[in-house]
Structures are given as C-alpha cells and as structure tokens.
C-alpha cells in the first residue's frame, strides 16, 4: 500500500512570509483531489481555495512549502493558538 503524496501551501496574506503564513492549505492528491484549509480550531476543513485561485482569485498569494516545514509550523500554531484562546476567549467577536 502507497502513501497518498500531500501538498501544502502557506498562505501569504497581509505580508506574511512563508516561515510566518497567515494561514495553512494541503492539497491530497486523490480522484479528484482533496482540498483543505488548517482552521483556528486546530482541524483540517475543506476549502476551495485552489480551486478559486487557478479561476483568479488572486487576493491572497501563496507558496509551496514541505511536509517538514508545514508540520514545524502546524505545530507552532497548535502550541501558541489555545494559549492565545484562553487569554482572550472573546477573539471571534470580533
């Protein structure tokens, strides 16, 4: 049994570099692939991000980065998010 090969992307809103992505995307290489975006709430969630890029949606850029950098920066998010959450639960209001 193979591995199904994943993609990931960083998404560079606002300035943001790919060591310092505003958000996480991972593309599974199925029939027909899967999309999904990494969400605050520490899921993987599917997404039409790609889809809508490659029609022109262009507001915010991306680039691709490896499973070993996109899990060093998963894992900071996954550390430094709840934390964030309960110091200010009230972050969704606004």
């Known amino acids: 049994m193979t591995d199904t090969p994943v ?4 998404l560079l809103a606002g300035g943001r570099t790919p060591d310092n992505p505003s958000g996480m995307v991972r593309r599974t290489h199925t029939t027909p692939p899967t999309d999904e975006v ?15 890029y490659r029609l022109g949606h262009t507001d915010t850029d991306h680039v691709e980065v490896g499973e070993q950098e996109a899990t060093a920066i998963l894992d900071r998010w996954r550390a430094k998010w709840p934390m964030q959450d309960a110091l200010d639960p009230e972050w969704r209001d606004r």
Do not use: M, N, S, V
């Open 38 to 52: 990494f969400t605050r709430d520490l899921t993987w969630q599917p997404t039409e991000y790609l889809a809508r």
């Open 7 to 10: 993609t990931y992307y960083a």
